[in-house]
């Protein structure tokens, strides 16, 4: 069976500090995973995607993560967080069948 | 590339009353289509998905039900709202090479 877990249900960073969201997973099968941003009132947005081709995955508004499979583990990260970073972030497993594992999601705040 | 509407954006409707929330998509046949709810505070909730025309898995036990008439429309419907009907409902379909999902803008139901 596959599971997500995002460890940080509030995450809060100063602008211009780095970000870290982080997020475990199981999965029986070799996954597919997925990073969602969603901003209030809004749909989600796919951020980024491993799925295999390489463990460092970079996405779109500065954003990556690496896949580690030693420790179950897909970490979103960036460098330094804007302003406009401060959303909702999904982490997303997807291991065969039709259905896509949501974790609970991370807020993201950033403070001027 | 593939466009997901929703239809109505929000709607504010008295317990007891009925339900249609419209979801259309656009630049792809045959996708599996998903419908999600996102209460306050909680992550993405499935609860149903269609592999083709008529064709629907509920994932759990509720006041709600889906149709898909058309390829790509889906429908989400109730014949009596509840009050923990309100909630944020986002279409989605899979797509991509890796089947990731795509997103529409959602629809926030009130339930008064």
């Known amino acids: 069976a596959q599971s997500v877990t995002q460890l940080d249900s509030h995450v809060s960073v100063s602008e211009g500090t780095p970000v870290l969201l982080r997020c475990n997973y199981s999965?029986?099968?070799?996954?597919?995973l997925f990073w969602y941003v969603q901003h209030p009132n809004k749909g989600l947005q796919l951020l980024l995607k491993?799925?295999?081709?390489?463990?460092l995955v970079k996405g779109i508004n500065g954003f990556e993560a690496e896949f580690k499979k030693s420790e179950t583990s897909f970490h979103l990260t960036k460098p330094s967080a804007h302003m406009s970073d401060a959303a909702e972030y999904f982490c997303?497993?997807?291991?065969?069948?039709?259905?896509?594992?949501f974790g609970a999601g991370t807020r993201l705040f950033v403070k001027a | 590339s593939q466009t997901i509407h929703q239809w109505p954006a929000t709607l504010v409707q008295p317990v007891g009353s009925p339900l249609s929330l419209e979801c259309t998509v656009e630049g792809t046949s045959n996708p599996n289509l998903y419908w999600y709810r996102q209460a306050a505070g909680r992550g993405l909730q499935l609860l149903f998905y269609s592999v083709g025309i008529g064709q629907i898995s509920s994932e759990v036990p509720q006041n709600l039900s889906a149709s898909r008439p058309q390829d790509r429309q889906f429908i989400l419907s109730s014949k009596k709202l509840l009050l923990s009907d309100s909630g944020f409902y986002l279409c989605?379909?899979?797509?991509?090479?890796?089947?990731?999902?795509?997103f529409g803008p959602g629809t926030r139901l009130t339930v008064l």
């Open positions: 999965s029986s099968y070799s996954p597919s």
């Open positions: 491993y799925t295999s081709a390489a463990t």
């Open positions: 997303v497993v997807r291991a065969g069948g039709f259905k896509t594992i």
């Open positions: 989605a379909q899979t797509g991509g090479v890796y089947n990731e999902q795509f």
